[in-house]
Nanobody
Framework: QVQLVESGGGSVQAGGSLRLSCAAS????????MGWYRQAPGKERELVAA?????????AEAVKGRFTISRDNAKSKSTVVLQMNSLEPEETAVYYC???????????????WGQGTLVTVSS
């Protein structure tokens, strides 16, 4: 089994910064991509940013230039970090870590989600 351990959520004032981290455990390997999604109250879950094993990044238009996603290679290639700067109140949401297409032993899996971490941005 694989677990995604998320950390770094919390409360911040508008204009502030937070750093989210997600570590995948459970002998996971051969990951295609890791990313962060968010879901605000009453809204659908949306992609915030993602990064492939090859380092190709994708960002939601609304966060470009403010958020940076990276893989923490100092720890392992199964850790992803999202640096969020200049946060806005409308970005208050639960942020979910996601891993797409990975292997455990001889089995290939489509994806797995973390439990989510709350980010609250006050005005």
């Amino acid at each position: 089994q694989v677990q995604l351990v998320e950390s770094g959520g919390g409360s911040v004032q508008a204009g502030g910064s937070l750093r989210l981290s997600c570590a995948a455990s459970g002998s996971i390997f051969n990951i295609d991509a890791m990313g962060w999604y968010r879901q605000a109250p009453g809204k659908e879950r949306e992609l915030v940013a993602a990064i492939t094993t090859g380092g190709i990044t994708t960002y939601a238009e609304a966060v470009k230039g403010r958020f940076t996603i990276s893989r923490d290679n100092a720890k392992s290639k199964s850790t992803v970090v999202l640096q969020m700067n200049s946060l806005e109140p409308e970005e208050t949401a639960v942020y979910y870590c996601n891993v797409k297409r990975f292997s455990i032993a001889a089995t290939r899996y489509p994806e797995v989600w973390g439990q989510g971490t709350l980010v609250t941005v006050s005005s």
